[in-house]
């Protein structure tokens, strides 16, 4: 199952950029057996003038045709890592293709692409900076690629 990390923001040379790319590349080696990933980036521009609901509609535009929509929201399900695992398992296993996260701007996302998500994943109450919450997504999804193949980096 391919993963589309769809997030609105150019995110510059730097610490988060790496780490994304890390975890990402990690996944993709070890979910590669799993039959999960590769995963990717697709970046779409903020719109200054026309904020959530212009940001959304081009979010809209860059999910992966028939992909699984999974919002990241404050107001969204909180799960833990091996429950996160099993969701992905599940829609994987459910013979889901794609699956595409989508991470809105400064102001989140535009309540109309949140109607229309599959799912809704939350990192807990606290709000997160959005180029900050690829970082975590990009690391769980990591996490949850060596749960299922039963790797220890999971410690719990």
Do not use: N
């Not at 609901?53 to 929509?69: D, F, I, K």
């Amino acid at each position: 199952m391919r993963v589309a990390v769809c997030a609105v923001g150019r995110l510059r040379a730097g610490p988060e950029a790496v780490l994304i790319a890390d975890y990402l590349d990690r996944f993709g080696k070890t979910g590669r057996a799993l039959g999960l990933g590769p995963a990717q980036v697709l970046e779409v521009e903020d719109r200054k003038g026309g904020g959530m609901v212009a940001e959304a509609a081009l979010l809209e535009r860059a999910v992966p045709a028939g992909a699984l929509l999974v919002a990241l929201d404050e107001r969204g399900a909180v799960l833990s890592s091996p429950e996160f695992a099993g969701k992905l398992a599940g829609w994987r296993d459910g013979g889901r293709q794609d699956v595409a996260f989508v991470i809105g701007g400064a102001d989140g996302l535009g309540p109309g692409l949140r109607a229309k998500a599959d799912f809704s994943l939350s990192f807990g109450q606290m709000v997160w900076p959005h180029m900050l919450a690829r970082v975590m997504l990009a690391e769980q999804l990591y996490r949850a690629a060596t749960i299922l193949a039963g790797g220890p980096y999971h410690r719990a």
